[in-house]
C-alpha cells in the first residue's frame, strides 16, 4: 500500500529548519532520519556534549548548555523530548509563531500505516506493552515495540507495513500533546503521579484521556473496571469499549473469577487459563494479562496468551527474583516509582516482608501506603528525599490502629540499606527494593538504580 502521509512529509520537510529538543538515545535516530531526507537540523540540548554519532553530519548545527532553547522561533518544525514541557515559554512563544510542533513518537503515528496499539496508565505499563507483543509474536504477527521501551521507530517507518503492528507504551509526557489516532488503546489504571512535572492531577489525566480522543467507531478501547477514574472515559470514548477485571465478570472483555482468566470478547465466558499456571507473580499481574488479552485476543488467540502467560517471568526491574542467599529471597522492583505501584508489588506476597523504599519527591502523597506497610511489612529500611514521607505514612497507620509499628531504619544510600537488610535478613524472609519514588536524586533513572541494587545483591 501506498504511503501517501509518508511521501508528503519528506516533500515538506526538505530544507526545513527542524529543532530537535533533546540529543538522548530515543532522538539520535530520529536526527539522522530527518537529516537524511534533507531538513536542516538544529540539535538542542541542556547538556553540552554532542553525541559523537551525529558529529559527522552535514547541514546540522549544535545548540547546547543553558541557552540550548535559543532562537526556537525560527524554526519550521519542533521535535519536543518528552522531559521537556510543552508549556516552556520558548516553546508556546514559537508555537504562537506557527511553528508546528511534534515529537518522534507523534510523527511516527501520524506517518505508519501499520496497526497502532498503545498502552498508558500510572502503572503496569511496560509488563502489559511486552505482553501483548508477546501475544502477537506467539501468533505469528510481525512486532514493533517503541514507545517508553523497545527502540525508537521514526526512522524504521519506511520499512514498517500496514500488515505489521506497532505496540507503544506511552508516558503522560507523550501523550500531553498527542493528536494522532491510535488503533487500540488501553488505560491500565490512574492514581496521582509525576505531579513534579504537571501542574496538577487533572493535567495527568488529561494527558492520559488524548490515548483515545482521535479514535474513531471502528477503533478499541480497554478500560479498568475496577478503577473509577477510568470507567468514566466510557462516555468520552468514540471506539469500542472492552474492559478488564480481576473483581468481576464482564460483558466485553477479560476477568479474573474463580481461580480463572476468562474471556467474553468474542464469546461469552470463554475460559482461557487457571491462574495458577501464570508464571507472573501478583493479582496486578493477572489485571496486566486481563488488560493485554482484551486488547488483542480477537488477533491473537487464547492459545499465544495461554502459551506467553505460562512462561513469562516478567520484564527485568519489575518485581524481578534477584537471588536466594541462605533462604533469604532478594527481589528488585525498581520499576516502582510510585505508591500505587509498590502497593501492588506488597500485595503480591503472603507474608510480611523486608522492604527498601524511597527516592526522589514527585510531590504525589504517601499516605495511602499506610496500612499496606503495617500489613505487610515487617522490617522499613528507607532511602532518598521521600523516606520522610513514606515513614509518616507508617506512623500514621500505626498510631491508627493503636499497634506497634515496625521496626524503621533510614540510610544515606542504598549499600548501607542492602547491608542492614542483609544482616537483619533470615532464611524464610523476603526482601524487596520496591521505592515507591523516582530515582533521580541519585539514579540517571530507574534502571540505573535497578542494576545497582543486583549488583550489590549478588556482591553479599
Known sequence: MNNYKLEEFKKNIKNKRVSVIGMGVSNIPA???????????????????????????????????????????????IFRSPGVKPSTPQIVEAVENGVILTSEMETFIHLTNATVIAVTGSDGKTTTTTLVSLFLKEAGKNVYIGGNIGTPLLDKVEEITDKDYVVLELSSFQLMTMKERINRAAITNLAPNHLDYHKDYEEYIEAKTNIFKNQTENDILVLNEDDTLTTRFEKIANGKIRKFSINKALDCGVYYKDGKIISSVEEKNNIIMDAKDVKLVGMHNIANICTAASLVIDICGTDAIKKVAMNFGGVEHRMELVREINGVKWYNDSIASSPSRTIAGLKAFNQKIILIAGGYDKHIPYDVMGPYLMDKVKLLILVGTTAPKIKEAAIEEAQKRGENIMKIAEFNNLKDAVDFANNNAKSGDIVAMSPASASFDLYENFMVRGEYFKKLVNEI
Open 31 to 77: 536526527i539522522k532520519y530527518l537529516n537524511k531526507l534533507g531538513a536542516y537540523v538544529i540539535g538542542r540540548d541542556k547538556k553540552d556534549e554532542v553525541p559523537e554519532e551525529l558529529k559527522g553530519l552535514n547541514n546540522i548545527e549544535f545548540i547546547t548548555g543553558e541557552n540550548y532553547l535559543e532562537g526556537l522561533k525560527d524554526s519550521d518544525y
